[in-house]
Antibody, heavy 126, light 109 residues
Framework: DVRLVQSGAEVKKPGDSLRISCKTS????????IGWVRQRPGKGLEWMGN????????RYSPSFQGQVTISADKSSTTAYLQWNSLKASDTAMYYC???????????????????WGQGTLVNVSS | QSALTQPASVSGSPGQSITISCTGT?????????VSWYQQRPGEAPKLIFS???KRPSGISDRFSGSKSGDTASLTISGLQAEDEATYFC?????????FGAGTKLTVL
């Protein structure tokens, strides 16, 4: 059974650091991209970035470049999303996703997100 | 940055068909194989229901179908059922970025 299981909800203060996780199972971790999608309360979905655990190639949305760090641990087949200094505006549900993509003219295009984790709620408040 | 435009809401009665549109620039939505659709019921994670390259995932009803005309991709749901009430998001893989529409809330009357 292919699964993405995320870590539990977090309550943090502005300026805190945080790392949330996504434990994968049921497929070859190093052969698929894995990524993160943000959903602020009552709002839509925003793609944050992906990592390819096989070679650690990491791509970020321009909106999130420099704001978060995506990483992956091959030994535990787990992906991570990390903040060094949280803001109130980071309050959101974060979903771990498995992107399926293709390369055309050396550019990687995502055609679909075929698996989603259950979500991790991050609440940042003073 | 490109944007994808969806209607905020649509509604239909059980048994009817509805279509949700997703409009962007021709340069992007023209790459139909990179368009996908997601269903999100309240309190749940989104779920892939249709993609331009691989159509319907296993387990998704054939009442869900997708199409494209010009710079608009569309999701059609036929034979509406109460369980279809949810928010539907389109998504486009655009190379350096991947963009979601703002979502369309479907109400089954």
């Amino acid at each position: 059974d292919v699964r993405l299981v995320q870590s539990g909800a977090e309550v943090k203060k502005p300026g805190d650091s945080l790392r949330i996780s996504c434990k994968t199972s049921g497929y070859t971790f190093t052969s698929w991209w894995i990524g993160w999608v943000r959903q602020r309360p009552g709002k839509g979905l925003e793609w944050m970035g992906n990592i390819y655990p096989g070679d650690s190639d990491t791509r970020y949305s321009p909106s999130f470049q420099g704001q978060v760090t995506i990483s992956a641990d091959k030994s535990s087949t787990t992906a991570y999303l990390q903040w060094n200094s949280l803001k109130a505006s980071d309050t959101a549900m974060y979903y771990c996703v498995r992107p399926v993509g293709v390369y055309e003219s050396h550019i990687h295009y995502i055609s679909r997100f075929d698996l989603w984790g259950q979500g991790t709620l991050v609440n940042v408040s003073s | 940055q490109s944007a994808l435009t969806q209607p905020a809401s649509v509604s239909g009665s059980p048994g009817q068909s509805i279509t949700i549109s997703c409009t962007g620039t021709t340069t992007y939505v023209g790459r139909y194989s990179f368009v996908s659709w997601y269903q999100q019921r309240p309190g749940e994670a989104p779920k892939l229901i249709f993609s331009g390259d691989n159509k319907r995932p296993s387990g998704i009803s054939d009442r869900f179908s997708g199409s494209k005309s010009g710079d608009t991709a569309s999701l059609t749901i036929s034979g509406l059922q109460a369980e279809d009430e949810a928010t539907y998001f389109c998504c486009l893989g655009a190379g350096s970025d991947t963009i979601f529409g703002a979502g369309t809330k479907l109400t089954v009357l």
